[in-house]
Protein backbone atom coordinates (compact mmCIF):
# COMPACT_ATOMS: atom_id res chain seq x y z
CA UNK A 1 0.00 0.00 0.00
CA UNK A 2 2.02 2.75 -1.59
CA UNK A 3 1.19 6.19 -1.56
CA UNK A 4 0.67 7.80 -5.22
CA UNK A 5 3.57 9.71 -6.25
CA UNK A 6 3.20 13.69 -6.10
CA UNK A 7 5.90 16.51 -6.69
CA UNK A 8 6.79 17.87 -3.50
CA UNK A 9 6.11 21.27 -4.57
CA UNK A 10 4.81 23.74 -7.56
CA UNK A 11 4.69 27.34 -8.01
CA UNK A 12 3.45 29.72 -10.17
CA UNK A 13 2.40 33.51 -10.48
CA UNK A 14 -1.06 35.46 -10.00
CA UNK A 15 -2.73 34.33 -13.19
CA UNK A 16 -0.55 31.58 -14.47
CA UNK A 17 -1.49 28.08 -14.93
CA UNK A 18 0.34 24.85 -12.64
CA UNK A 19 -0.23 21.27 -13.09
CA UNK A 20 0.43 18.82 -10.45
CA UNK A 21 0.76 15.14 -11.14
CA UNK A 22 0.11 12.18 -9.45
CA UNK A 23 1.66 9.04 -10.50
CA UNK A 24 0.29 5.50 -9.24
CA UNK A 25 0.08 1.82 -10.95
CA UNK A 26 -2.06 0.06 -13.01
CA UNK A 27 -3.74 -1.45 -9.50
CA UNK A 28 -4.90 2.12 -8.55
CA UNK A 29 -5.02 5.13 -11.14
CA UNK A 30 -4.75 3.23 -13.60
CA UNK A 31 -7.68 0.62 -13.32
CA UNK A 32 -10.27 2.68 -11.94
CA UNK A 33 -11.62 6.12 -13.20
CA UNK A 34 -12.38 7.01 -9.56
CA UNK A 35 -9.51 9.59 -8.89
CA UNK A 36 -10.22 12.84 -6.75
CA UNK A 37 -8.41 15.92 -5.67
CA UNK A 38 -8.18 17.75 -2.31
CA UNK A 39 -7.27 21.33 -1.59
CA UNK A 40 -6.10 21.55 2.04
CA UNK A 41 -5.23 24.74 3.76
CA UNK A 42 -3.41 24.62 7.01
CA UNK A 43 -5.20 23.63 10.06
CA UNK A 44 -8.47 23.28 7.86
CA UNK A 45 -10.11 19.82 6.65
CA UNK A 46 -9.23 19.33 3.14
CA UNK A 47 -12.02 20.22 0.62
CA UNK A 48 -12.95 18.05 -2.72
CA UNK A 49 -12.25 20.36 -6.03
CA UNK A 50 -12.08 16.98 -8.85
CA UNK A 51 -13.49 13.95 -8.34
CA UNK A 52 -13.99 11.12 -11.30
CA UNK A 53 -11.16 12.22 -12.83
CA UNK A 54 -12.55 15.63 -14.44
CA UNK A 55 -15.68 16.42 -12.29
CA UNK A 56 -15.84 19.17 -10.19
CA UNK A 57 -18.30 19.51 -7.10
CA UNK A 58 -20.65 22.48 -7.67
CA UNK A 59 -18.97 25.96 -6.17
CA UNK A 60 -15.52 24.76 -6.89
CA UNK A 61 -14.34 27.71 -9.88
CA UNK A 62 -14.24 26.00 -13.72
CA UNK A 63 -10.28 27.44 -13.13
CA UNK A 64 -9.65 24.10 -11.72
CA UNK A 65 -9.76 20.73 -14.22
CA UNK A 66 -8.17 16.72 -13.79
CA UNK A 67 -7.38 14.62 -16.27
CA UNK A 68 -5.60 11.26 -16.42
CA UNK A 69 -3.06 9.26 -19.04
CA UNK A 70 -2.51 5.98 -18.20
CA UNK A 71 -1.37 5.07 -14.22
CA UNK A 72 -0.84 9.07 -14.12
CA UNK A 73 -3.97 11.72 -13.14
CA UNK A 74 -3.05 15.66 -13.41
CA UNK A 75 -4.93 18.44 -11.56
CA UNK A 76 -4.45 21.78 -13.57
CA UNK A 77 -5.01 25.13 -11.79
CA UNK A 78 -5.93 28.17 -14.49
CA UNK A 79 -5.35 31.68 -13.26
CA UNK A 80 -3.61 31.15 -10.40
CA UNK A 81 -5.08 33.00 -7.11
CA UNK A 82 -3.46 34.11 -3.85
CA UNK A 83 -5.91 31.80 -2.59
CA UNK A 84 -5.02 28.59 -4.83
CA UNK A 85 -1.77 29.09 -2.45
CA UNK A 86 -2.54 24.88 -0.06
CA UNK A 87 -1.94 21.65 -0.22
CA UNK A 88 -3.37 19.72 -2.74
CA UNK A 89 -3.52 15.78 -2.46
CA UNK A 90 -4.86 13.38 -4.69
CA UNK A 91 -6.79 9.98 -3.89
CA UNK A 92 -7.26 7.07 -6.15
CA UNK A 93 -9.99 4.02 -5.85
CA UNK A 94 -7.11 1.00 -5.53
CA UNK A 95 -9.97 -2.38 -5.28
CA UNK A 96 -11.63 -3.85 -2.96
CA UNK A 97 -8.38 -4.65 -0.89
CA UNK A 98 -5.97 -1.84 -0.53
CA UNK A 99 -9.47 0.22 -1.04
CA UNK A 100 -8.39 3.85 -1.18
CA UNK A 101 -4.71 5.69 -1.69
CA UNK A 102 -3.78 9.34 -1.42
CA UNK A 103 -0.99 11.01 -2.71
CA UNK A 104 2.19 12.38 -1.15
CA UNK A 105 0.69 15.58 -1.24
CA UNK A 106 1.92 19.01 -3.79
CA UNK A 107 2.59 22.39 -1.86
CA UNK A 108 1.60 24.56 -4.57
CA UNK A 109 2.71 28.64 -4.04
CA UNK A 110 1.86 31.76 -5.92
CA UNK A 111 4.79 34.18 -6.55
CA UNK B 1 -25.42 22.26 5.46
CA UNK B 2 -24.12 18.91 5.96
CA UNK B 3 -22.20 18.90 9.28
CA UNK B 4 -19.97 16.06 10.75
CA UNK B 5 -18.17 16.86 14.19
CA UNK B 6 -15.50 14.49 15.64
CA UNK B 7 -14.88 13.84 19.14
CA UNK B 8 -13.13 11.85 21.13
CA UNK B 9 -9.41 12.49 20.74
CA UNK B 10 -6.73 13.09 23.48
CA UNK B 11 -3.32 11.93 25.23
CA UNK B 12 -3.01 8.24 25.36
CA UNK B 13 -0.21 5.84 26.37
CA UNK B 14 0.86 3.12 23.82
CA UNK B 15 -0.49 0.23 23.93
CA UNK B 16 -3.99 1.98 25.03
CA UNK B 17 -7.38 2.45 23.56
CA UNK B 18 -9.39 5.16 22.47
CA UNK B 19 -12.91 5.31 20.78
CA UNK B 20 -13.53 8.32 18.56
CA UNK B 21 -17.10 9.27 17.68
CA UNK B 22 -18.23 11.42 14.79
CA UNK B 23 -21.86 12.77 14.93
CA UNK B 24 -23.41 13.66 11.83
CA UNK B 25 -26.20 16.07 10.75
CA UNK B 26 -28.31 17.89 8.22
CA UNK B 27 -28.16 14.73 5.66
CA UNK B 28 -29.28 11.24 5.82
CA UNK B 29 -26.76 9.30 7.39
CA UNK B 30 -28.29 5.97 6.67
CA UNK B 31 -27.57 6.67 3.03
CA UNK B 32 -24.07 7.74 3.18
CA UNK B 33 -20.98 5.18 3.21
CA UNK B 34 -18.16 6.68 5.73
CA UNK B 35 -14.90 6.90 6.30
CA UNK B 36 -12.00 7.88 7.99
CA UNK B 37 -8.75 9.50 7.43
CA UNK B 38 -6.06 10.59 9.58
CA UNK B 39 -3.32 13.04 9.26
CA UNK B 40 -0.13 12.94 10.97
CA UNK B 41 1.29 16.18 11.82
CA UNK B 42 3.34 17.95 9.54
CA UNK B 43 2.03 14.87 7.23
CA UNK B 44 -0.07 14.09 4.08
CA UNK B 45 -3.55 12.30 4.46
CA UNK B 46 -3.75 8.27 5.16
CA UNK B 47 -7.01 6.98 4.48
CA UNK B 48 -7.82 4.60 7.53
CA UNK B 49 -11.64 2.69 7.19
CA UNK B 50 -14.44 2.39 5.23
CA UNK B 51 -18.04 1.28 6.12
CA UNK B 52 -20.82 0.98 3.79
CA UNK B 53 -24.41 2.65 4.96
CA UNK B 54 -25.71 -0.50 6.36
CA UNK B 55 -22.66 -1.05 7.94
CA UNK B 56 -22.13 -4.68 6.37
CA UNK B 57 -19.17 -3.97 4.20
CA UNK B 58 -15.95 -2.37 6.26
CA UNK B 59 -12.63 -2.28 5.32
CA UNK B 60 -9.12 -1.26 6.96
CA UNK B 61 -6.13 0.24 5.80
CA UNK B 62 -2.98 -2.42 6.40
CA UNK B 63 -1.72 -0.02 8.81
CA UNK B 64 -4.65 -0.93 11.34
CA UNK B 65 -6.26 -3.78 10.15
CA UNK B 66 -6.29 -6.00 13.85
CA UNK B 67 -6.71 -3.26 16.15
CA UNK B 68 -8.82 -0.37 15.08
CA UNK B 69 -13.04 -1.39 14.67
CA UNK B 70 -14.96 1.14 12.34
CA UNK B 71 -19.44 1.09 13.43
CA UNK B 72 -21.79 2.95 12.81
CA UNK B 73 -25.02 3.65 14.60
CA UNK B 74 -27.49 5.14 12.02
CA UNK B 75 -30.50 5.75 14.20
CA UNK B 76 -27.81 8.14 16.33
CA UNK B 77 -26.80 9.30 13.54
CA UNK B 78 -23.33 8.64 14.53
CA UNK B 79 -19.74 6.91 13.19
CA UNK B 80 -17.17 5.34 15.79
CA UNK B 81 -13.63 4.08 15.77
CA UNK B 82 -12.24 1.77 18.30
CA UNK B 83 -8.68 2.47 18.89
CA UNK B 84 -6.58 -0.15 20.50
CA UNK B 85 -2.74 -1.37 20.83
CA UNK B 86 -2.28 2.33 20.03
CA UNK B 87 1.06 3.00 18.75
CA UNK B 88 2.96 6.52 18.23
CA UNK B 89 3.19 6.34 14.34
CA UNK B 90 -0.96 6.26 15.03
CA UNK B 91 -0.27 10.35 16.40
CA UNK B 92 -2.59 12.04 13.73
CA UNK B 93 -5.65 14.41 13.15
CA UNK B 94 -8.60 11.68 12.52
CA UNK B 95 -11.12 13.30 10.17
CA UNK B 96 -14.27 11.46 9.29
CA UNK B 97 -15.19 11.78 5.98
CA UNK B 98 -18.64 10.84 3.89
CA UNK B 99 -18.44 9.93 0.39
CA UNK B 100 -20.65 11.02 -2.63
CA UNK B 101 -24.03 9.34 -3.72
CA UNK B 102 -22.18 7.63 -6.28
CA UNK B 103 -19.02 6.90 -3.86
CA UNK B 104 -15.09 6.80 -4.52
CA UNK B 105 -14.52 10.38 -3.33
CA UNK B 106 -15.14 12.48 0.09
CA UNK B 107 -17.09 15.15 -0.30
CA UNK B 108 -17.89 16.24 3.26
CA UNK B 109 -15.00 15.96 5.81
CA UNK B 110 -15.34 16.65 9.62
CA UNK B 111 -13.12 19.22 11.64
CA UNK B 112 -10.39 16.67 12.67
CA UNK B 113 -10.19 15.33 16.52
CA UNK B 114 -6.37 15.16 17.38
CA UNK B 115 -5.42 11.33 18.94
CA UNK B 116 -1.82 11.91 20.56
CA UNK B 117 0.12 8.73 21.44
CA UNK B 118 2.56 9.15 23.92
CA UNK B 119 4.22 8.02 27.19
Known amino acids: QSALTQPRSVSGSPGQSVTISCTGT?????????VSWYQQHPGIAPKLMIY???KRPSGVPDRFSGSKSGNTASLTISGLLAEDEADYYC???????????FGTGTKVTVL | EVQLVESGGGLVQPGGSLRLSCAASRFTFSSYEMNWVRQAPGKGLEWVSY????????RYADSVKGRFTISRDNAKNSLYLQMNSLRAEDTAVYYC????????????WGQGTLVTVSS
Open chain 1, 52 to 54: DVT
Open chain 2, 97 to 108: AREDEDGYNFDY
Open chain 1, 91 to 101: CSFAGSYTFYL
Open chain 2, 51 to 58: ISSSGSTI
Open chain 1, 26 to 34: SSDIGGFNY
